[in-house]
């Protein structure tokens, strides 16, 4: 949809769009900007251009136009108790893990926190209206301008100011006049600085007009009227029209503060901190004018390092304060923003890996390591960590509970960080000598061997850091995750009524209403339909077999094999009772292990993905690195204390907003809930979990969960197999019965070994007397050496490395006519030993390499002596016969 378009249809009508009771009452003036032709409203009758444009442009700095200071944390306060006092409802923010919506990976704006999906459609639920809430925001598609801007984020709070315009909420005129009075009244900014310039905004199939506003160049918040849907032209108004309000909680600081940066009153104590560490007075002229040139050009130029250039020149900064303040400066903002938005996003359960929303997060730790060793900085990581969250724990207690869990996950990943950094040297040198790299190829760079484009510059491979680098590696990352709808021919037909959510009879009675192909479709079922990682039920209906049970939207079709009944018929149908309940307990062991498994690991334990069979089951958790043995044994153990303590699974229905607020979003494990009614499984407070599944009734009837096998998958994903129930009692007794047999094997070849060892010793008695047999023309065939005049061979696994070579070796010295050739085993490798004399005709480097060969290994050597060897045991008879073969002829 083009928004210019709309801009100009709507801005062609002020008075049905924009044209609020405030700007009537107040005597706002329409005006156009002289320079860009954009309408604004504004009290000052001889403004004549709008605040992109304005003399005025971010002339706050240095002078801000309050009398009142405030803080970040003091300006959530001002905001909190004004909209309040208002009668709005304060909401605390939503996880940045954006769990209720499956097409994004992080929550980039407030409104996000109250859209949920319906079949094609985005519906607004909200907890209250009206709300205020102060919602943590991600977004990495401008990391390269964060630290060097002075109002660039990678996390920022947008306030959100939420209305449905009903008997309780507010639409356009209340809206405006509230955001004036926030200004105004709360935060003392005189009126005469308020400036409000029209917009649109457009997402989702909707649309509606919007007002930014402005104080002294700066955008504050906007708000936007969601009101219509469809094309311009033959739109129609939304049946739930939205007031989504956005403002910029680090913009009300600055402006209040009026300090070079919103960095500066933004991050707290941190700055004194990370400031002292390089000795830099924050609050200088020559910072104000630099960074209100960066502020000022940052919209009109699309390369940021032209902009930062052109800072550089109007602010007279020399090369000396450039390098000893200006990029000192840039790299304290940059750790202590990258640090911030790691805690938010590991508080709520996101781990830094080279997928999905890890990648940004790995990103940007890698880039806060990269900008210490560039400073040279002796930094102590837990420490900010601490102060970080000491700031902002009164506005967000959730930060305070996993503090420690913070610094470990940023402890293990700045190791791999350390660890990768001789490959990156090497890559480096490389890149240097090739010459300045695309932005595709420092894409490719950082794919493939984690190289930030930051450690280039740092070591001189690369000048600067391209503009569009960043934006560009989060395009390809952003989430698709579209499914594909099979089309079948079930329209106008009703829903199925789900027996197995139900009274759930194993053997029930059902009428045919759709026959198509191998299928049908029932009026009701106890046939459980594969979802949520669950396999379906198997049966009969009709007496023909029950293959496949598949759900579209509310309509269950069943795959049938061997026949099919016809529409109309009245079918006797059968569940296989077995294959339910062993799925029945995989699927609630699934629900077990993922709790017992954030207990023993961690609170960023989040179910990935999940597999019920009958016969066996797996679970994919978030962990940054595999498990090892005593991790499992302790997983397993915390689980099977679950069946033990035979808790009840409570099944309840709740209305989705109701859970979410009684129960959080963790109650997400297996993905986003699509219908307003929520199914929710608990097992006391242990685990509550949103799900479509089948379930025991107390975790003791479960009786038993045994883990097969773990293995790490992917990055920040492990993978556990498991067994429950029959399987795992039988599990257990076969691996009862691999043991016993292990132990026999291991007491058989401990005893073959000894008896081998007593053969070898008797045998290297024997050498002088073989070599005497040999040179006389005797037969050694009854000691496993077979000969041919005076050339020998042997494979018994009585003659071990000291034989072989004692007896070839002595036995050429003796005559040069002679040669020997053993094959015998060595560990896991098949070894070859040849001696020949100078006279005997044989090679034993040609020997040595063919028997290597065909054993999969290698053999060197000249012709007098040649050893070899492989691991291919198969191969061990083929190779006997042929060395036996080449020495005796």
Not at 33 to 51: E, H, I, M, N, V
Not at 152 to 173: A, E, L, R, T
Not at 703 to 708: D, H
């Amino acid at each position: 949809m083009d928004k210019n378009q709309i801009l100009k249809e709507f801005s062609s009508d002020p008075d049905k769009y924009y044209n609020v009771k405030l700007f009537q009452e107040q005597g706002f003036i329409r005006k156009s900007c002289s320079k860009c032709g954009r309408f604004f409203w504004t009290l000052d009758a001889d403004r004549t251009l709008c605040p992109d444009d304005g003399t005025d442009t971010y002339s706050f700095i240095g002078e801000p136009p309050t009398s009142k200071r405030f803080d970040y944390t003091q300006s959530w306060k001002q905001v909190e108790e004004f909209f309040v006092k208002n009668n709005h409802t304060s909401v605390s923010r939503y996880p940045v893990v954006c769990r209720w919506r499956d097409d994004l990976y992080f929550t980039i704006a407030s409104i996000v926190d109250f859209q949920r999906i319906m079949g094609s459609k985005v519906v607004f639920e909200f907890p209250a209206n009206p709300l205020v809430v102060p919602q943590t925001c991600l977004r990495f598609k401008d990391l390269e301008n964060v630290g060097v801007t002075g109002r660039h984020f990678s996390s920022f709070c947008m306030i959100g100011q939420h209305s449905v315009p009903n008997n309780q909420g507010y639409w356009k005129d209340e809206c405006v006049d509230l955001d004036y009075r926030l200004l105004t009244d709360q935060f003392g900014i005189k009126k005469e600085e308020v400036v409000f310039v029209e917009d649109v905004w457009a997402g989702g199939g909707s649309f509606g007009p919007s007002l930014e506003y402005f104080v002294r160049g700066l955008e504050l918040g906007n708000a936007v009227f969601t009101e219509f849907q469809g094309e311009l032209g033959q739109h129609t108004t939304l049946d739930q029209r939205v007031i989504d309000m956005g403002a910029g909680l680090e913009r009300f600081a600055w402006i209040t503060m009026g300090t070079p940066t919103a960095y500066d009153c933004c991050f707290g104590p941190i700055n004194e901190k990370l400031f002292n560490k390089i000795g830099i007075d924050s609050d200088s002229e020559i910072l104000r004018k630099y960074f209100t040139e960066i502020a000022k050009e940052i919209d009109h130029y699309d390369d940021l390092n032209e902009v930062r250039r052109l800072a550089i020149k109007n602010a007279g900064i020399t090369d000396s304060q450039l390098t000893k303040m200006i990029t000192p400066m840039e790299g304290m903002y940059l750790i202590a923003d990258h640090l911030r938005t790691l805690i938010f996003a590991i508080t709520d359960g996101a781990l830094p890996s080279n997928v999905g929303g890890g990648y940004n997060l790995r990103m940007m730790l890698r880039r806060i390591n990269a900008t210490v060793g560039k400073l040279n900085l002796k930094l102590d990581i837990d420490d900010l960590i601490d102060t970080h969250i000491d700031y902002l724990k009164d506005t967000y207690p959730e930060l305070n509970e996993k503090r420690e869990d913070v610094k470990q996950i940023l402890k293990i990943e700045s190791a791999r960080y350390e660890e990768s950094k001789v490959h990156m040297k090497k890559k480096a040198e490389k890149i240097r000598e090739k010459g300045t790299p695309t932005v595709e190829e420092l894409i490719t760079f950082y794919e493939s061997d984690g190289i930030t484009p930051e450690y280039l510059k740092e070591v001189d491979a690369i000048a600067e850091v391209p503009s569009s680098f960043y934006s560009k590696l989060s395009d390809l990352h952003q989430s698709e995750k579209k499914k594909a709808i099979t089309e079948l021919p079930l329209e106008k037909l009703p829903e199925t009524e789900t027996l197995f959510y139900k009274d759930d009879p194993m053997e029930f009675e059902a009428k045919v209403i759709k026959v198509f192909d191998d299928q049908v479709v029932l009026d009701k079922t106890s046939f459980y339909a594969r979802g949520g990682g669950q396999e379906p039920d198997h049966g009969s209906i009709a007496e023909f077999e029950v293959v496949d049970v598949d759900k579209h939207a509310d309509i269950i079709v069943h795959k049938l094999k061997g026949g099919i009944p016809n529409e109309g018929d009245t079918v006797q149908c059968k569940v296989d009772a077995t294959r339910r309940s062993n799925i029945t307990k995989n699927h609630t062991s699934t629900h077990i292990i993922n709790t017992s498994a954030r207990s023993v690991l961690g609170s960023w334990v989040w179910q990935h993905s999940a597999f019920k069979d009958d016969d066996h089951a797996r679970l994919d958790i978030t962990h940054h690195s595999s498990l090892n043995d005593q991790q499992v044994k302790q997983i397993e153990d915390a689980a099977n204390k679950m069946i033990k303590d035979n808790y009840p699974v409570k099944i309840e229905y709740f209305d989705r907003g109701t859970a979410e607020q009684q129960y959080g979003f963790r109650i997400y494990q297996g993905g986003v809930v699509p219908v307003k009614s929520v199914r929710i499984v608990s097992i006391e407070d242990k685990d509550i979990e949103a799900c479509g599944g089948t379930h025991v009734k107390n975790t003791g009837d479960i009786e038993l969960i045994k883990i097969t096998k773990t293995k790490r998958i992917q990055d920040g994903v492990v993978r556990l197999e498991f067994v429950s129930g029959p399987n795992a009692f039988e599990y257990v007794k076969e691996q009862e019965e691999e043991s016993k047999r292990k132990e026999q094997q291991a007491i058989e070849k401990q005893q073959l070994e000894k008896q081998r060892e007593e053969n070898k010793d008797k045998a290297r008695e024997k050498i002088p007397v073989f070599i005497e047999k040999i040179l006389a023309g005797e037969s050694l065939d009854s000691e496993e050496i077979n000969s041919k005049g005076k050339l020998c061979f042997t494979a018994s696994n009585n003659y071990d490395d000291y034989f072989n070579q004692n007896f070839g070796k002595k036995l050429v010295a003796k005559d040069d006519t002679a040669a020997f050739c053993g094959i015998f085993e060595a560990g896991p490798t098949i070894r070859v030993m040849i001696f020949a004399g100078k006279k005997s005709g044989v090679n034993a480097g040609e020997i040595a390499k063919e028997i290597a060969s065909i054993l999969g290994g290698s053999g060197g050597g000249d012709a007098k002596f040649a050893q070899g060897g492989g691991k291919d045991t198969s191969k061990k008879d083929e190779a006997i016969q042929k060395a036996k073969s080449m020495i005796l002829g």
